[in-house]
């Protein structure tokens, strides 16, 4: 048991620290309230090496590991936790699949860029009809010579507006269900690749989502990633990453309203003291900080465990489900002890409060969280 | 990172092991006969388990507080009232060789950890001073070379059975600071004036001693304090913050034993045609424990590495013990209801864990002082 970061891990901590509280932080509301993407500040946030964190230094990425990569994300989310989840969907969604299972030509060209940060890429898996049940796809991939035609569609596509390359999963047989679902990555400017007006969300309102159609894109056969039929496991221990960087944006919102509600309480006087001198409050405080501790603890264990290279289903799925819970009752909580000033538009508590709402739901719900550790429990 | 090394794994198996094999068995008629585990006890001093983080020239086995740790989880997994016995004999000897002098140590804490003491104990609470540890009103009054002690003691675990116990007694009325007049003194069992009263009729933990104590003029030398004059508040606290990570531990321990029984008993239990682990409401509210309980067990690893580390872990301590305690409490509550009817008869072990784990909040600081704590650090 070793409780202290590394050199390494500590230095990017607090250097997306310095960059949030600079560059993110005073303009997360105005994102907000505009749904403006940052792409600004997100360039400044590539120059720090985060399009890339833990891809290999050959590949253009910053070469740390995935407890860095966790710290990175929960730092950047305190500051703006749409920012927040477009960096773990480049990271964790995008690279992370490409460097796992790509081939050295499909890495140069869609790997390289995009640890860079020179470009943006996003994750095509859920689809109108198949949510949590992902094995459900019904876009296809038919081989026609040296070229799959591809049909379908794909919803709430994260960094779908903007992005420029995306890891998409197809049907190649229909028949055989999760088995025959096959991955492609390929750039979004391929005709046929029609991107729709942007999701109007409840929170994380400067990330752009959208529904995408393929009418008959083709795309090469090279451009497969894996076997036919990979798709689905591919998918699933993609998300096994991903589950780690959401968890890591739920900590880094949980933490910058836990923050301001502290902050708050101590200024803000009922009854001739100021309201942390309550112990109603101070015991709220209390509440927070220990889940949101507990909940950083599971994330960098599953961080870590998929540095050693072992398998880490259980433990992201944990970590994901138990800091998304979590983000969710601090920020619910850091409304209350704003009062009537959370529920104003002119604090940051409640963009929390709708920011933290969707960390229980995307790259798999609560519910598919608890559905993946029962499995494992009941083996 | 997240791992125990070598050494640590070897304290835990042993641990795990003399719980399976021994304890878990017995553990049933413990409680139902209120039976004090002493042959128990002396098998654990045998094990090394009586002063896991004692130097080696105490007898202890300088394993550690991560060890320790460890060990009272696999101890309480067996049978949360040994654990608990083992805990405090730990507690007391740790604070001994932590701020006793060197007569002090070579005197009582061998004794301690090669089992030759079956208790030790640690004398704090009283009628009317829980929480409030500074309102304490025993009272110690210099007479020549000695001390004369006189009051009360609540709650003493293993009260009557200590070969010694930390007493913490008034050396000065201090009125405007209430703390600073508190000392702490080593009072060997069966001194003259130290009454034992009847053993408290506990809910749960039926197989630890539990005793008021009376001190009645109960003389001791004064070479006989730990550390100096108005010294006790301090070492009763920091005694605390180690307690509260075995406590936490301890309460790990019989939450994870209540889970695993309740996985097995989804296993074999059927309802509407299936095994009842096959329905999602059992299944999820397993998932919840189970995530509860890991993120339990990482908090009270982190306190206990800081702790030996030697670094601060008053903050961390508190969350180890809030959270654990009562996320184990909760863990029990479910498998209760997973077991149904047999969840309520004392045939199923849960039924015993859902009453131990129930103090577990309460003692070494509730609940309500661990958010006191927590709070005024993240305040600060």
Known sequence: MQIDLTEEQRLLRDTCREFADKELRPHAKKWDHEHRFPAEALKKAFELGLGGVAVSTEWGGAGMDNVAYALAIEEISRGCASTGVTLSVNNSLYCDPVAKYGTAEQKERFLTPYARGEKLGCFGLTEPQAGSDAAEQRTTAVKKGDVYLVNGTKNWITNGPVADGIVLFTMTDLSKGAKGITAFVLETSTPGFLRQKADDKLGICASPSCTIFFENMEVPASQRLGNEGDGFKIAMSTLDGGRIGIGAQAIGIGRAAFEEARDYSKIRKTFDVPISHHQAIQFMLADMATELDAARLLVLRAAWLKDQGVRHTRESSMAKLFASETAHRVADKAVQIHGGMGYSKEMDAERHFRDARITEIYEGTSEIQRVVISNLLFK | ?380
């Open chain 2, 1 to 380: 990172m997240f791992e125990p090394s070598e050494s640590q794994r070897l304290v835990r198996d042993t641990a795990r092991n003399y719980a399976q094999a021994v304890l878990k068995r017995i553990a049933g008629d413990l409680d139902r006969e209120s039976r004090f585990p002493a042959a128990q006890l002396a098998e654990l001093a045998e094990l090394g388990l009586m002063g896991v983080n004692v130097p080696e020239e105490y007898g202890g086995a300088a394993a550690g507080a991560v060890a320790h740790a460890l060990a009272m989880k696999e101890i309480a997994q067996g049978c949360a009232s040994t654990a608990v016995t083992m805990g405090v004999n730990n507690m007391v000897a740790e604070t001994i060789c932590r701020f006793g002098n060197e007569d002090q140590k070579k005197r009582y804490v061998p004794e301690i950890t090669s089992g030759r003491f079956v208790a030790a104990s640690f004398a704090l609470s009283e009628p009317q001073s829980g929480s409030d540890a500074a309102s304490l009103l025993t009272s110690a009054r210099r007479d020549g070379t000695d001390y004369v002690l006189s009051g009360s003691k609540q709650w003493i675990t293993s009260g009557d059975r200590a070969g010694v116990l930390i007493v913490w007694a008034r050396t000065e009325a201090a009125a405007d600071r209430p703390a600073r007049g508190i000392s702490a003194f080593l009072v060997e069992g069966g001194a003259k004036g130290l009454h034992a009263g009847r053993h408290e009729d506990k809910m749960g933990l039926r197989a630890s001693s539990t005793v008021p104590l009376t001190l009645e003029d109960v003389r001791v030398p004064a070479s006989a304090m730990l550390a100096s004059p108005g010294d006790g508040f301090h070492i009763a606290l920091s005694a605390l913050d180690g307690g509260r990570i075995g406590i936490a531990s301890q309460a790990l321990g019989i939450a994870t034993a209540a889970l695993e029984e309740s996985i097995q008993y989804a296993k074999d239990r059927r309802a509407f045609g299936k095994p009842i682990g096959d329905y999602q409401a059992i299944r999820f509210m397993l998932a919840d424990v189970s995530t509860d309980l890991a993120a339990a067990q990482l908090l009270v690893l982190r306190g206990a590495a800081l702790k030996e580390a030697g670094r601060a872990f008053t903050r961390e301590a508190s969350m180890a013990k809030v959270f654990t305690t009562e996320r184990a409490n909760r863990a029990c509550d479910v498998a209760v209801q997973v077991h149904g009817g047999y969840g309520y008869i004392s045939e199923f072990a849960v039924e015993r864990h859902y009453r131990d784990v129930r103090v577990t909040t309460i003692y070494e600081g509730t609940s309500e002082v661990q958010r006191y704590v927590i709070a005024r650090e993240v305040l600060k």
